[in-house]
């Protein structure tokens, strides 16, 4: 029989390594929040920041009209894996003043977001982005493909061609006005016909929960509507789109660039049910970039990460595993 002494050399290290794993976990996530506050072009954007300096970095840009509350399991999922989040708020979407048509383009905002990030000192980084901030993703990666080590993009923006059908009238001056006001609280009926799909349509708890937490300030609204009228298709070609269905996202659509973000790992997940960005767009995202994994949420809606939050944060965690090994912490 081999010495006890030795069996206790051997099993030390391994469990001293393992030690020190999991307190980086725990200290990545339940680390202090840090807010910043930085200008660009005369906007405020403020950038909450947890987890230690040295990275690796996750920028987190939710979609519209949310906040870090619709991407807060998928924070932590990020953070249970060793990552510093930092949680990028549009103008209007935190701070005033709101955004204004002129500067609310999608490459503008790519920009936005970019120089927060250079401000914070994030030389390379992780997105995840829900549906607007998926689409600023997207155009991110295009723009400085460098900067992009990962894509995690949940029904993105600017992927194909089409949006909920109401997106026209948002962007009719008057009506859209009238639509994208500040809001108290969320409509029941919008959530359950529009966001969510049919396996939490019917969760009253559930629905209540987000009524309660869709509430829309006047700098929020005004930000929307910059967004929705900056990003449009041309004059002529909204007039002959009126009368038919679909074009909506042909002002500022990467379908065609999709394919030159091939080096780029990127994950991709979708609602089979979203009636905001239709789930069809992960079919066009698969075909231009066959790296890319792509996977289809049967009965979810555009909240999905929400809706499918286990599923959601299971692909995340093998993302980060099999595609993201060479930035996690070494043991």
């Given at each position: 029989?081999?010495?006890?002494a030795?069996l206790?050399s051997?099993?030390?290290p391994?469990?001293?390594?393992?030690l020190?794993?999991?307190?980086?976990?725990?200290r990545?996530?339940?680390?202090?929040?840090?807010?910043a506050i930085?200008?660009?072009?005369?906007?405020?954007?403020?950038?909450?920041?947890?987890?230690p300096?040295?990275?690796?970095?996750?920028?987190?840009?939710p979609?519209?009209?949310?906040?870090?509350?619709?991407?807060?399991?998928?924070?932590?999922?990020?953070?249970?894996?060793?990552?510093t989040?930092h949680v990028?708020?549009?103008?209007?979407?935190g701070?005033?003043p709101?955004l204004?048509?002129?500067?609310?383009h999608?490459?503008?905002?790519?920009?936005?977001?970019?120089?927060?990030?250079d401000?914070?000192?994030?030389?390379r980084?992780?997105?995840?982005?829900h549906?607007l901030?998926?689409?600023?993703?997207?155009?991110i990666?295009?723009?400085?493909?460098?900067f992009?080590?990962?894509?995690i993009?949940?029904?993105?923006?600017?992927?194909?061609r089409?949006?909920?059908?109401?997106?026209k009238?948002?962007?009719?001056?008057?009506v859209?006005?009238?639509?994208?006001?500040p809001?108290?609280?969320?409509s029941?009926r919008?959530?359950?016909?529009?966001?969510l799909?049919?396996?939490?349509?019917d969760?009253e708890v559930f629905v209540?929960?987000l009524?309660?937490r869709?509430?829309?300030?006047?700098?929020?609204?005004?930000?929307?509507?910059?967004?929705?009228?900056?990003n449009?298709?041309?004059r002529?070609?909204?007039?002959l789109?009126?009368?038919t269905?679909?074009?909506?996202?042909?002002?500022?659509?990467?379908?065609?660039?999709?394919a030159t973000?091939?080096?780029?790992p990127?994950?991709?997940?979708?609602?089979s049910?979203?009636r905001v960005?239709?789930?069809?767009d992960a079919a066009?995202?698969r075909a231009a970039?066959p790296?890319?994994?792509?996977?289809?949420a049967p009965?979810?809606g555009?909240?999905?990460?929400l809706?499918?939050?286990?599923?959601?944060?299971?692909?995340i965690a093998r993302?980060?595993?099999?595609?993201?090994?060479?930035?996690r912490?070494?043991?």
């Open positions: 029989m081999r010495p006890v030795n206790n051997v099993s030390a391994l469990f001293l390594t393992r020190g794993e999991v307190w980086r976990r725990v990545s996530i339940v680390a202090p929040m840090k807010e930085v200008e660009h072009g005369g906007y405020r954007i403020r950038v909450r920041t947890r987890g300096a040295r990275g690796p970095h996750a920028i987190v840009l979609g519209m009209a949310d906040t870090e509350f619709t991407l807060a399991a998928q924070i932590h999922e990020l953070r249970r894996h060793g990552y989040t990028i708020e549009l103008p209007g979407f701070l005033t709101a204004r048509k002129e500067s609310a999608f490459p503008q905002l790519a920009d936005l977001v970019l120089s927060a990030a401000k914070i000192g994030v030389e980084a992780v997105i995840l982005g549906s901030g998926g689409g600023i993703a997207l155009h990666a295009v723009r400085r493909p460098a992009v080590a990962g894509l993009l949940l029904a993105p923006a600017a992927v194909g089409s949006l909920l059908w109401t997106y009238l948002f962007c009719l001056p008057l859209g006005r009238a639509l994208l006001r809001k108290r609280s969320g029941r919008y959530l359950r016909y529009f966001l799909g049919s396996k939490r349509r969760d209540e929960r009524v309660r869709d509430r829309h300030s006047a700098a929020m609204a005004r930000s929307m509507r910059a967004i929705c009228w900056a449009q298709p041309s002529w070609r909204r007039l789109l009126l009368a269905p679909g074009g909506e996202q042909l002002g500022y659509t990467l379908r065609e660039q999709v973000l091939r080096e780029i990127t994950l991709v997940l979708w609602g049910e979203d960005i239709s789930a069809r066009v995202f970039n790296g890319a994994d792509v996977r289809v009965g979810v555009h909240l999905l990460p809706e499918a939050m286990e599923w959601v944060n299971a692909h993302f980060i595993t099999t595609r993201l090994k060479e930035l912490p070494a043991a």
